[in-house]
């Protein structure tokens, strides 16, 4: 197990490296993280689902490195929509 607590930069580019994002920001202090994710993958959707592929995204990551993370999912259209 990693005793690095990872940066909001790393659990970004996990997310990006499993799933296909148009945007992500991510904040956190190394064990708790909020996440803004845009991805054409949410389309159709619900709200667990869109949660279920992020979480598959960070994987093991999810139970060794990452303590708590909350989400927001957009695909392109509600984002554009809604900021």
Known sequence: MSTTLPTPDQVR??????????HV??????????ALIVSSAFAGK???ARHQLVYAALGDRMREEIHA????????????ANH
Do not use: W
Not at 28 to 34: S, V
Not at 69 to 80: A, C, D, I, V
């Open 46 to 48: 619900r709200s667990i």
């Open 13 to 22: 580019q996990y997310i990006l490296d499993g799933l296909p994002c148009e």
């Open 25 to 34: 920001e991510v904040q956190g202090d190394g064990q708790h993280f909020e």
């Open 69 to 80: 993370l909350s989400m927001r999912t957009f695909t392109p259209e509600e984002f554009k």
